[in-house]
């Protein structure tokens, strides 16, 4: 199994509040992602990271930011969570261009 | 972008019984992937297959770049096969962003 990590694993937060989540991968891996599966939708990409610094936006970015100083940590931030935005979020790794994807175990963020 | 649609949407199966699972694709694609998310959530990846097939175990994948479609195969289903099997793939665009695009999943039930 691929060495990635999500934290926290569940979170229940309020309207308005900022929401930081956080992947950590221990594969030395350049590319990752966060993405967020919702009913009907599938799997949807808000953000990725092509190395440290590197972020660029996927399909549904707004409301969302992330941050990569390290090569193995990947972070997600709620500026403002709001009910929208309740979901199940997981975070991808891969290593080589075009080479297959692993993905974290996923946080469930629940915003009341 | 690229547009991903599976089918069936869903599909129940006796244990031991064969199936089949598509997966097309409106672009020229340079990456192929397959997933299975089990009932707990967690999402495996099955196969990265571009073009050609591939093997492993009692699960056989296929891709026809050409005719812009792949096949997941499901011989000898046992219940532990259950759960929503996902299709997504990057379009050839030479920009090397690798995003993956999802399709919606296609929800398959092994009942003993």
């Known amino acids: 199994d691929a060495g990635i990590t999500q934290s926290p694993r569940h979170k229940v937060t309020e309207t308005g509040t900022p929401v930081t989540l956080r992947c950590h991968q221990t594969?030395?891996?350049?590319?990752m992602y966060w993405y967020r599966q919702d009913p009907g939708h599938g799997l949807r990409l808000i953000h990725y990271s092509y190395g440290v610094k590197d972020t660029d936006k996927g399909e549904v970015s707004d409301g969302y930011s992330v941050s990569r100083s390290k090569t193995e940590d990947f972070l997600l931030t709620l500026e403002s969570a709001t009910s929208s935005q309740t979901s199940v979020y997981f975070c991808?790794?891969?290593?080589?261009?075009?080479?297959?994807?692993?993905f974290g175990p996923g946080t469930r963020l629940t915003v009341t | 972008g690229i547009q991903v649609e599976q089918s069936p949407p869903d599909l129940i199966l006796q244990e031991g019984a064969n199936s089949t699972l598509r997966c097309n694709f409106s672009d020229s694609v340079n990456n192929l992937q397959w997933f299975h998310q089990n009932p707990w959530g967690q999402l495996i990846n099955l196969f990265y297959?571009?073009?050609g097939t591939k093997q492993n175990g009692r699960l056989s994948a296929t891709t026809v770049a050409t005719e812009r479609y792949s096949l997941l195969y499901i011989s000898s289903s046992q219940t532990t096969d259950s759960g929503v099997y996902f299709c997504a793939a990057d379009r050839a665009s030479g920009a090397g962003s690798y995003q993956l695009t999802f399709g919606k999943g296609t929800k398959l039930s092994v009942i003993p």
């Open positions: 297959i571009p073009s």
């Open positions: 594969e030395n891996h350049r590319y």
């Open positions: 991808a790794i891969t290593g080589n261009e075009g080479a297959e994807q692993y």
